[in-house]
């Protein structure tokens, strides 16, 4: 597998290696001495899948007491999806890193504790994945504002379908 590290400490792009042949073809997903030798350490301990239409955007959720790393794949569609650092103690706090993710590339995009994440398909629709480091909470969630104009995402999509808890969350700077 190959390991790409971002802008953002802790923030990865991780390419697994694909054997494919005319049948189809395979990959492992998880394997946790490879990933803790590419620099992910932390235990997993909740699966997630998401189905969203073209046009929905996820996020940009956290959890405050509770944070959760994220190790994100498609298996069916494409989405645009972002890590906002929101460590208040990091040099690249307020930044953000998007990837476009899709079924056909297989590419695993691993959002570190501490970040913010979120997510809009592109395609049709749209099969999301992802491993947690900790457990949801809901009590503990907070969001930010998919389009605050400090940390200026540049989406793909100008006029996304939006939850309404994510209608009403707030900007960075008044986390």
């Keep these: 597998m190959n390991v790409i590290k971002t802008d953002i400490p802790g923030v990865l792009i991780i390419e697994p290696t694909v054997f494919g042949d005319a049948r189809g073809f395979f990959l ?4 946790d001495q490879r990933y803790r030798e590419a620099g992910i350490a932390e235990t997993f301990v909740q699966d997630n899948h998401s189905h969203s239409a073209q046009g929905v955007l996820r996020g940009l959720h956290f959890q405050r007491q ?16 972002v890590a ?27 959002v570190p504790p501490g970040c913010a994440h979120g ?10 994945h992802y491993k947690c480091t900790d457990y949801y909470h809901p009590e503990d969630e907070g969001s930010i504002i998919w389009n605050d104009p400090d940390i200026a995402i540049e989406w793909p999509i100008d006029n996304p379908t939006l939850s309404g808890k994510d209608e009403q969350a707030g900007r960075l700077k008044d986390l």
């Design 28 to 31: 492992e997903t998880f394997q």
């Design 66 to 81: 509770h944070p959760q790393g994220k190790l994100v794949y498609v298996t069916q569609g494409s989405v645009f999806d």
């Design 84 to 110: 906002v650092d929101i460590r208040k103690d990091s040099p690249t706090y307020g930044r953000w890193v998007g990837i476009t993710l899709n079924a056909g590339e297989h590419k695993q995009f691993y």
């Design 119 to 128: 997510f809009c398909v592109v395609s049709e629709y749209a099969d999301f």
